[in-house]
């Protein structure tokens, strides 16, 4: 299997963990969004470490490299919480895509940092995503839901700084288990202050609920750090819109929650944006060949 192959397999499986970290999210019930990211990387962090030692990692971190681990975990922690208050606000597909703008601004910010490369044509789709997130976010005084809705899309731009730094933290060789170990104890040591200063209670229900939360992202970050690692964002970042699809049957199934029209709408701009980023990619890859 080439490196795209297991980039696109990664970035799958990551699409399918993380819609089970929403749902298991929402289910967690009405609890502050740090405590719940806390919970959420406290379990990732734990799963890091377990398999950094057990897999003998050099967690040796070269000096050079530390403010871009820690630019990737102050980026990745604005996106959780970014995320998981969609998520409590929002219905979970509507969450998900603001936070699916990540790939796109993954390719805005490669371009600026890592001197990506980033045509007139990804330009004009990159702007039509921005117009689809518009039909998402709905954004009029009517719309009840506004604040959320704006918080998602901050998320998503959070991730998309998170992962163009997984792409530089790669090429100069991190291996995935220490980024994701390093991110997992930075997001826990940030929220800690915030959970002393107002704990709130748990049910055994809720507790498990974000048990299971923190064992999916685990899973979720592996996955897509892993495929930002194999591949650039243009070459498999449309894969990762699967997790709309995921997140849409649970939202349906779990919570009877059923998009309206300009959601859809919105969908269906941004998804044709991703489809049109992956074309174009595969074009230009097979010019250069």
């Known amino acids: 299997m080439d490196r795209r192959a297991k980039g696109i397999m990664c970035i799958l499986s990551s699409a399918f963990c993380f819609a089970l970290m929403n749902m298991f999210v929402r289910l967690a019930g009405d609890i502050p969004s740090i405590e719940k990211s806390f919970f959420r990387n406290f379990i990732a962090a734990i799963v890091a470490l377990v398999l950094v030692l057990k897999n003998r990692e050099d967690i040796h ?68 995503a921005f117009i689809g997130s518009l039909f998402v976010i709905k954004p009029t005084f009517e719309n009840t839901n506004l604040f959320a809705s704006i918080i998602g899309f901050i998320g998503g731009l959070g991730a998309g700084a998170a992962y163009t730094c997984v792409r530089a933290l790669g090429k100069k060789g991190v291996k995935g288990p220490v980024i994701v170990l390093f ?59 699967s997790q709309v699809i995921f997140s849409a049957l649970f939202g349906w199934i779990i919570f009877a929650q059923i998009p309206d029209a300009l959601s859809f709408i919105g969908y269906g701009i941004i998804i044709a944006m991703a489809l049109s980023m992956f074309l174009l990619g595969k074009k230009e890859n097979s010019h250069a060949a």
């Open 183 to 241: 991110f997992s104890a930075f997001s826990t040591l940030v929220t800690v202050p915030f959970i002393v200063l107002d704990y709130h209670p748990l049910s055994a229900l809720q507790l498990a609920s974000l048990l299971f939360a923190g064992l999916a992202a685990a899973g979720g970050q592996f996955s897509i750090t892993a495929a930002y690692s194999f591949a650039p964002a243009r070459e498999i970042s449309v894969y990762d819109y």
């Open 61 to 128: 971190i070269k000096k050079e490299n530390i403010p871009l681990l820690l630019m990737r975990s102050a980026f990745g922690t604005l996106g959780i919480l970014g995320n998981f208050y969609a998520v409590d606000h929002l219905i979970l597909s509507d969450a998900t895509m603001l936070n699916k703008m990540s790939p796109f601004f993954t390719l805005i910010f490669s371009f600026i940092f890592l001197r990506e490369k980033l045509s007139m044509k990804t330009a004009i789709i990159v702007i039509g």
